[in-house]
Every structure is written in C-alpha cells, then in structure tokens.
C-alpha cells in the first residue's frame, strides 16, 4: 500500500494551483484558492486541504460553480459593502470578501463585508486571520450545505455553521483564535474517515431513523456515500446550544445576505467582519493585557494527568510554526490517488499514470 508523503509547502502550493487552473479557474483566482487550501494543510485541517480539490471538481462538473464569476459589490456604505459572487468557486472569490471588510476596518475602524452566491470557502480561520495579519480582529462566517438536523429531529434542515474569531497576539503571545462548526465535527472529518475506511467516535452522526451510530457509511443512502445522498445527519454541538448556535449563524451568512439555505451548498453566503482595536484603546496596551489574560489561563491550576493548558488556536498555531520551520506537507495516499487521478482527467497525464508520476512533475521524492 502506498505511503504518505512528504512535499514541500511551495509545492503543495503550485500542486494546488495548477490543479484548479486545469478545471478552468482563471490564473490569479487560483492562486487565491491555493493559499486557502494549503493554510489548512498547513495548520492540520487536513480534511480541507488538498483533499478538497476532488470536491470543488466535482461541484464544478455538477454545475455548482461558475469558473469565471463576474464578483460585485452591490451596495456599499463607509464600513459595509454587499457581494454578489456570482457562484464563483468559494476559495477563490471569498477572500475578496474579507479583503474588502479590512480595507473598510482600516478607514472607519470596523468593516462588515457580506456575500450572496458563493460556495464552500474551505476553512473559516483563513479569513479571520487575514484580519489579524493586518493587526486587526476578525470573524467570518459561512452557510453550509444541509448536513445536521435541529435538536429532536432527524432530517438535515441545517447548515453546521462554520465560523471563526481570531484576535491579534500580545507581544510575547500567539493570536488567540476559533474555527470551528457548530456541528459536533466538521462534514470533511466523517468523509476522511470514509477514505481512510475508519469508524468514528459515537455521538458524531445519526443514521436516517436517528440511532447514534460509529459507521461513517450509516449516514448516506444505501450505505453508499460515492452517491452523494445523505440520509443520516450530523450532531449538534453541544446539543440544543449548538442548534441554536447554528440557527444564528444561518441568520447572519444566510438570511441576512441572501445567500443560499438549500442542500445542494450552490450560492451560499458569508459574513465577514474586521475590528480596529486602535479605534477603541492604544494597540500597545491591548497587547500587554493579551499577555497577561494568556498568562492567567496558561498558568491555572491544572487536573491531574494534565501536562498543559492550551488556548483556543494555540495547538493549530503551534502545528503551523513547526510546519513552516520544516517547510513540509503530508499528502496520504488516497488524496496522492486523488491528484493523480484528476491530472488524467484533465490531461495532465497519460492514462495508466501512477502517483509517482503525477509528483515526478514535481520532482518529489516517491515516499517517507
């Protein structure tokens, strides 16, 4: 069986790029893609890395995405501005979006961004750390295809509500930040442990007549997820506070900006908000007191059998610095098939290539 390997961060970068180019997304917007998709891999999301290049070409050949979107701002204040994205594929045309609410933030000290017609925008962190790498806060959130069902219910009405806060770091501290979905796993972990052939935790999903259930399989028709049908729902976080969670997130990514509340994800909506601290205290005194709240949590009595206390995002941040120091990506061996794979659909490759031959365009290394 094939092994996991090892490629560079530029690598993984120019993989992703040349493979959304091959769908026919235009050179620049595929270049913004890639620096979403790597982020994830990069910050160990990997369900929304790399292996999600196989889902945007399906949603491309299913006619959920519009390759050469014409992306406007339809209503525009000093500190809002409305998109119209045009089903323009999510990673490419959402960091526009946030672009937008710093530009604005950065005049009037907050700016909201909101969008229509867009479609699955990868990680929520991505774009609340667009944010703080301009020294501000930042908060985005999205609709989601129908994947849980409210609390006492069995069919799948809602989105899972994925969002994110990030808050700029103190001086001697990392930023302190959220991604998260409000379902009790993200949709992209149930499909990696599908690929990798795995049961997952209960208390994850719920098959069609509602029973918890550790088989990934019990939650599509038939048994059979290669058909796309979703029978089984994903769990709420938390119960009825992350329904209500959910519901809230649908009002303001959804109902608010007109974007989509259907199954098929095809024209979602994002709300994207950027907060100037400076407009509110000196920076430099808000970096101090991070410092000291971070302190203060960090240095709590722990329970026994715990080594350390973790603030939100530090593990994720603490994987990025090592991954950037190591200049490296892992790529399984089924996303390796996947690349492989959609390198001969779109005649990349000669049919009968292997997965060595797709990363010798690279000049990978064959495995670890």
């Known amino acids: 069986m094939a092994r996991e390997r090892i490629i560079s961060v530029d690598t993984a970068k120019q993989i992703a790029r040349d493979t959304l180019e091959s769908f026919g997304i235009e050179k620049q917007a595929a270049a913004r893609g890639a620096e979403v998709l790597i982020a994830s891999d990069i910050r160990g999301v990997a369900s929304h890395g790399l292996p999600r290049l196989a889902m945007y070409e399906k949603d491309i050949v299913n006619g959920l995405i519009n390759l050469k979107p014409d992306v406007k701002i339809t209503n525009e204040t000093e500190s809002t501005a409305a998109f119209d994205l ?7 045309v959402a960091p526009l979006v946030m672009q937008k609410a710093i530009e604005m933030a950065k005049k009037t000290g907050i700016g909201l961004a909101a969008a229509k017609n867009g479609n699955h925008f990868g990680i929520a962190g991505y774009y609340s750390l667009m944010a703080i790498n301009e020294g501000l806060i930042g908060y985005a959130a999205s609709g989601s295809t129908q994947l849980m069902a409210p609390t006492g219910g069995i069919e799948a009405v809602l989105g899972n509500g994925p969002n994110s806060w990030a808050f700029p770091p103190g001086k001697q501290t990392p930023p302190i930040m959220y991604d998260m979905a409000c379902s009790t796993v993200a949709g992209g972990k149930i499909e990696m442990a599908i690929r990798a052939g795995k049961k997952i935790p209960t208390g994850w999903i719920q098959d069609e007549n509602g029973n918890d259930t550790n088989d990934p399989f019990d939650g599509f028709k ?16 938390g119960g009825v506070k992350g329904y209500c969670m959910t519901v809230a997130m649908e009002m303001i990514s959804a109902l608010m900006t007109g974007g989509a509340t259907g199954g098929s994800g095809k024209g979602l909506g994002y709300f994207m908000l950027a907060i100037d601290i400076n407009k509110f205290r000196p920076f430099s005194e808000y970096q101090d007191d991070v410092d000291k709240y971070y302190a203060k949590i960090k240095n709590s009595k722990k329970k026994e059998g715990i080594e350390e206390i973790f603030l939100p995002g530090e593990i994720e941040y603490n994987y990025t610095v090592k991954r950037l120091a190591e200049g490296i990506v892992p790529v399984d061996a089924v996303v390796q098939n996947d690349l492989k794979n959609l390198a001969i659909k779109y005649g990349r490759l000669p ?18």
């Open 86 to 92: 045009d089903y323009g594929c999510g990673i490419c």
């Open 222 to 237: 038939d048994r059979n997820p290669l058909k796309g049908i979703m029978t089984g729902t994903l769990l709420p976080l």
């Open 351 to 368: 049919q009968g290539s292997t997965a060595d031959d797709f990363f010798a365009m690279y000049q990978q290394p064959q495995t670890t």
